[in-house]
């Protein structure tokens, strides 16, 4: 919590990124000024979760946050070449969408339109 508000204090325009074992102490970091907040028991308990019915998804996610090989889930802005484009014709597997700040969740319509400015997320294959 201390280090999350002597970042702030110290740099206004620092993402700042920090850890939290459960969901009261993700609050606090919030107010305390932190940009996002990984919530290790919630986390767990989620993974834990969909591995008693999908196991195999439990696979792809964690291949999804080692950094080595397979898929990653990715963010970029939009490229120019892209505007105006529908989501579902990009390149890459789109996952979500971030415009104007606002993560719009689950997954965007298919319909949807690329517009300056917006960021994707997306499945990157690092093979």
């Known amino acids: 919590m201390l280090a999350t508000l002597t970042a702030r204090s110290l740099t206004a325009g620092a993402e700042?990124?920090?850890?939290?074992?459960?969901?009261?102490?993700?609050?606090?970091l919030r107010r305390a000024g932190a940009d996002a907040v990984v919530t290790s028991a919630e986390t767990?308990?989620?993974?834990?979760?969909?591995?008693?019915?999908?196991?195999?998804?439990?696979?792809?996610?964690?291949?999804?946050?080692?950094?080595?090989?397979?898929?990653?889930?990715?963010?970029?802005?939009v490229r120019?070449?892209?505007?105006?484009?529908?989501l579902r014709g990009l390149e890459d597997i789109v996952v979500s969408l971030v415009r104007d700040g606002a993560l719009r969740a689950p997954s965007p319509d298919a319909d949807d339109t690329a517009r300056a400015g917006d960021r994707i997320l997306y499945l990157e294959n690092r093979a």
């Open 16 to 28: 700042i990124v920090a850890a939290a074992r459960e969901a009261p102490t993700r609050a606090m």
């Open 44 to 77: 767990t308990g989620r993974l834990l979760g969909v591995a008693t019915r999908s196991p195999s998804v439990v696979t792809v996610v964690d291949d999804m946050l080692t950094p080595e090989t397979g898929y990653r889930l990715a963010e970029r802005s």
């Open 80 to 86: 120019s070449s892209e505007t105006g484009r529908q």
